[in-house]
């Protein structure tokens, strides 16, 4: 339990994203599986009735916090997998631009719109059936998609190694995986690939709006300050090698990480910097008095 807590402690939001959804799924499906043994199936039906999210409005209504709680249930190993993987590696991507504060906010900001466009779509379109209770949704998808395309929309002519090899624009990134949506409605899973339409959508116009000095995902405090890393301990061996970099650094070179910090100011704000950009800046400012 105190290696959890440490792990917990030290982890940065996409950790913690990752270590919530493979607790749940692990919580879940265990138990699942010794029932299925027992030829005792019914649990998964009132897991689905009270986690996942409903097509109903109505259910909506009476089962609230599944708004919520569908971001953190998967239907196989697979799916939360692909995930997680997916999670992991558009964290890295965002936060070289942006706060792990901001990806918390536009990750559950981005699940809940697309929570709203697969309500809309089982209860608009013919293909459903006109009985939007039969037909549920759950995963982390939706919420991923948004963080993707906000930081593509954001930074859309910045370049990024595709698989470590092809150099690629964000915005042919952003707009293959809406594509790749798209194409996909048709082959099943279509209130999943709606879903996940509707996460783009909100990265879409949550990185529009950052442009233009709104953050259209700042209501969730609650949520980030859970879900942000807390404080990392360093050790003395760590902040001594970085002071040796810094005055080895050419003065183009600190010149160079001056700009850099100054523009992620500029887009996000003093409080969007970690505490080693915040130290070298006040290092750095400190040589130039000097």
Not at 53 to 78: C, D, E, K, Q, R
Not at 152 to 181: E, K, N, S
Not at 221 to 239: R, T
């Amino acid at each position: 339990m105190n290696a959890l807590r440490q792990l917990w402690s030290t982890s940065d939001a996409a950790t913690r994203l990752i270590i919530v959804n493979a607790g749940i799924f692990i919580v879940l499906n265990v138990p699942l599986s010794l029932m299925h043994l027992m030829n005792m199936d019914a649990g998964s039906n009132l897991i689905k009735d009270w986690l996942y999210l409903n097509g109903s409005f109505f259910n909506l209504i009476i089962h609230p916090w599944t708004a919520v709680t569908h971001m953190f249930v998967h239907g196989g190993l697979m799916h939360l997998l692909f995930n997680m993987l997916s999670l992991f590696f558009i964290f890295q991507l965002f936060v070289r631009y942006f706060s792990s504060r901001q990806f918390i906010n536009v990750y559950f900001a981005g699940g809940l719109a697309g929570a709203l466009m697969f309500i809309l779509s089982v209860n608009l379109f013919p293909l459903f059936g006109g009985i939007a209770s039969l037909h549920y949704a759950s995963g982390a998808s939706a919420a991923v998609m948004a963080t993707l395309v906000a930081v593509c929309t954001y930074r859309p002519g910045d370049h990024v190694f595709l698989f470590g090899v092809f150099r690629m624009q964000l915005r042919w990134i952003a707009l293959i995986f809406v594509l790749l949506d798209l194409i996909n409605i048709n082959r099943g899973n279509e209130g999943g690939h709606l879903a996940h339409l509707g996460g783009a959508l909100f990265g879409f116009l949550w990185g529009i709006n950052l442009g233009k000095g709104r953050d259209l995902a700042s209501f969730f405090q609650p949520v980030q300050n859970y879900f942000s890393a807390g404080k990392v301990k360093k050790s003395p061996l760590k902040v001594a090698h970085k002071q040796a970099n810094l005055a080895q650094a050419s003065a183009k070179e600190k010149e160079e990480k001056v700009n850099e910090i100054l523009d992620k100011i500029s887009r996000s704000g003093y409080d969007s910097l970690s505490k080693t950009e915040k130290a070298l800046l006040f290092d750095l400012s400190k040589e130039k008095e000097k």
